[in-house]
């Protein structure tokens, strides 16, 4: 059997949540008031995230790249995509945010990726329009339907911090959480390995393949 690794982006491989600061910058006041509900699982992400970036102008994604060019990476990331290549595991970043952002942060790494999934917008109009081929009840990128266009033989691994990971998490046979995902982990009695940074997933992965 063959590992194959699903990693989020915001907040996981960002050092701090860059697609919500996004959403509070760009939005202020529908996301002051959305945000907090798909915390608390009352909105779903596929409507609160739809309808928060349906509000903002076209013409307001060069300044979004450039907030999102400033953000720093959790650390680790280059060494543990080294060991990753070198394990020959693949290396799939399923982001519910915008693959614009996700594709500037990670800059040249892009090409140590094995494939990348996010929100695709169309910016023909007067507002972004939402355009996600793996949208699903209530995501706008539905992880675990990601998770499933690879071969079942794989062991899946699932790494995330907060409420968007959730569902990959709960599907994935071995997953690493922090932070928000973490406590709805505990919440479920789901089984994690705790992570503070990406150093940490490569020891554990050695570990964990050396055993």
């Known amino acids: 059997m063959k590992n194959i690794i699903f990693c989020d982006f915001d907040g996981t491989i960002t050092a701090q949540e860059t697609f919500v600061a996004v959403l509070k910058q760009f939005a202020p006041e529908l996301a002051g008031e959305l945000i907090p ?8 992400l596929r409507d609160g995230v739809r309808r928060i970036l349906e509000s ?25 995509l080294d060991f990753l ?8 970043v399923v982001s519910g945010g915008l693959r614009s952002m996700v594709e500037v942060v990670l800059d040249s790494l892009v090409k140590h990726t094995h494939a990348i999934y996010a929100i695709d917008i169309d910016t023909s109009g007067s507002h ?12 706008l990128v539905d992880k675990v339907k990601v998770m499933d266009l690879y071969d079942a033989a794989n062991i899946k691994i699932a790494i995330g911090d907060s409420v968007t ?9 071995v997953v690493f959480a922090r932070d928000r995902l973490a406590k709805y982990l505990d919440e479920r009695n789901k089984p994690y390995i705790a992570w503070n940074d990406f150093f940490d997933i490569r020891t554990a992965l050695i570990q964990l393949w050396n055993t």
Request: hydrophobic share 40%.
């Open 56 to 80: 903002i102008p076209s013409s307001r994604l060069p300044e979004i790249i450039e907030f999102t060019r400033r953000q720093p990476m959790r650390a680790g990331l280059p060494e543990l």
């Open 37 to 44: 509900q798909m915390y608390a699982l009352k909105v779903t």
């Open 165 to 173: 990971d959730l569902n990959m998490a709960l599907t994935a046979p």
């Open 128 to 139: 972004f329009r939402v355009v996600s081929p793996y949208e699903g009840e209530t995501e």
């Open 85 to 92: 290549q070198d394990s020959s595991v693949p290396f799939v």
